[in-house]
């Protein structure tokens, strides 16, 4: 089924340790984004990348850093978690930033820090 | 500062009419999204205006004025399935997506 995947869907993780969350979309998008989702907040973009091989940083980006090695990867890390860092993250990808930019949401990673 | 204002929650009657309300102060604008949110899913799509006027697609309507910086989103006949969180968002100047908070609708029988 096309579409866009994330892992792991959930996690529980001591603060300090290292987390990568995976994200990987099978649609040719060019553009892809991180998204965090707090209660009683809009979403707010980490990190985004318009094309394979750059990335750009969104509203909220420190404690995280991205890579788009390739078009259909594009996993974003959490070198050492804070509690602050508890959110679900969503990953999106359109197929291109400059039209109609209809995002297409993966089902999110569920994270909490402790 | 960029700003999106839209209701916290909404309640309505099923096969009922409910008008959700976006208003938005951005850096510019490259158009206005509605997404639709399930309790515990991801945001889906509905609908794109970047023209003043209404957009239709079936039981639902988006209306943009940019002169006011306005938006609403117009279902009809609701269903219990339309129990859902409604997502306003603006692409900006830099066509970065502002995303407001959300309404969240609840449907009664």
């Known amino acids: 089924i096309a579409g866009i995947t994330q892992a792991p869907t959930s996690q529980i993780l001591a603060a300090g340790r290292r987390m990568t969350l995976r994200c990987t979309q099978d649609m040719r998008h060019n553009a892809m984004y991180w998204y965090r989702q707090d209660l009683g907040l809009g979403l707010r973009l980490i990190h985004y990348s318009n094309t394979a091989g750059t990335t750009g940083k969104g509203e909220v980006p420190d404690g995280y850093s991205v890579s788009r090695a390739n078009t259909d990867d594009f996993p974003l890390t959490l070198a050492s978690a804070v509690p602050s860092q508890t959110s679900v993250y969503f990953c999106?990808?359109?197929?291109?930033?400059?039209?109609?930019?209809?995002?297409?949401f993966g089902e999110g990673s569920r994270l909490t820090v402790l | 500062g960029q700003n999106i204002d839209q209701p916290t929650e909404m309640t309505a009657t099923e096969g009922a009419i409910v008008q959700i309300n976006c208003t938005y102060q951005?850096?510019?604008?490259?158009?206005l999204f509605w997404y639709q949110q399930h309790a515990g899913e991801a945001p889906t799509f509905l609908s794109y205006?970047?023209l003043d006027g209404l957009e239709e697609k079936g039981r639902f309507s988006s209306f943009l004025s940019r002169s006011k910086g306005y938006s609403y989103l117009l279902l009809k006949e609701l269903q219990m399935k339309d129990s859902a969180s409604y997502l306003c968002a603006v692409r900006d100047s830099n066509y970065q997506l502002i995303w407001g908070a959300g309404t969240k609708l609840i449907i009664k029988p």
């Open positions: 951005t850096s510019g604008f490259n158009g």
């Open positions: 999106a990808s359109s197929d291109s930033p400059d039209n109609t930019g209809e995002l297409f």
């Open positions: 205006n970047v």
